[in-house]
């Protein structure tokens, strides 16, 4: 290592008050990359809130505003703070991963595993609010929602094309991926 690299790496290592500018630097990703993915399925929320609306379903729109605006909270506390973010890689910690993912799914009724027969017992707003999360995590991830749909969350959640479920998935989302304006 260089003598300028080695005081690079020094200076990023330099404590304020016993706290690393590495500490705050990935305190401020974590933090930042949870309040950016609420916002992205708060987005999502109110454009299907409005082409609710616009179908005249005033009080589901209403309601999904709402959850939206609750939306992963429980990700900024205890174990879900503390391992949500880190990789499924990492063997050390990929216990606290399962455990932190288990938590949050536990404690957020927008997910299938929150029921004993998964998205088959969600109610409509848990379903709409679903798949606005699931829109956020496809642009986050830069992958196609609908295929993702098919081709993962099918059998991840056991419903088909045919199922119930899959025609409540499917209406909220050509409300959401309509690519009208407004």
């Given at each position: 290592?260089?003598?300028?690299?080695k005081t690079n790496s020094d200076e990023d290592?330099?404590?304020?008050?016993?706290?690393?500018?590495?500490?705050?630097?990935?305190?401020?990703?974590?933090?930042?990359?949870?309040?950016?993915?609420?916002?992205?399925?708060?987005?999502?929320?109110?454009?299907?809130?409005?082409?609710?609306?616009?179908?005249?379903?005033?009080?589901?729109?209403?309601?999904?505003?709402?959850?939206?605006?609750?939306?992963?909270?429980?990700?900024?506390?205890?174990?879900?703070?503390?391992?949500?973010?880190?990789?499924?890689?990492?063997?050390?910690?990929?216990?606290?991963?399962?455990?932190?993912?288990?938590?949050?799914?536990?404690?957020?009724?927008?997910?299938?595993?929150?029921?004993?027969?998964?998205?088959?017992?969600?109610?409509?707003?848990?379903?709409?609010?679903?798949?606005?999360?699931?829109?956020?995590?496809?642009?986050?991830?830069?992958?196609?929602?609908?295929?993702?749909?098919?081709?993962?969350?099918?059998?991840?959640?056991?419903?088909?094309?045919?199922?119930?479920?899959?025609?409540?998935?499917?209406?909220?989302?050509?409300?959401?991926?309509?690519?009208?304006?407004?």
């Amino acid at each position: 290592m260089s003598k300028e690299e080695k005081t690079n790496s020094d200076e990023d290592k330099e404590t304020v008050d016993g706290v690393s500018a590495e500490e705050v630097a990935a305190f401020r990703k974590k933090l930042n990359l949870r309040v950016r993915h609420i916002q992205n399925v708060q987005n999502a929320a109110l454009l299907l809130a409005d082409r609710l609306a616009e179908l005249g379903e005033f009080d589901l729109a209403r309601r999904l505003v709402q959850r939206s605006l609750r939306h992963d909270s429980s990700k900024f506390e205890g174990i879900e703070w503390d391992f949500l973010d880190i990789s499924p890689t990492d063997r050390k910690n990929r216990s606290d991963l399962r455990l932190a993912i288990h938590q949050h799914q536990q404690c957020n009724d927008h997910h299938p595993e929150y029921f004993s027969s998964g998205a088959h017992d969600m109610s409509r707003v848990q379903i709409a609010e679903m798949v606005c999360d699931w829109k956020a995590r496809s642009e986050e991830f830069g992958s196609s929602l609908v295929d993702w749909v098919k081709d993962v969350a099918c059998e991840k959640y056991g419903f088909t094309v045919r199922s119930k479920v899959y025609h409540k998935i499917k209406f909220f989302l050509d409300l959401l991926l309509d690519p009208r304006i407004g």
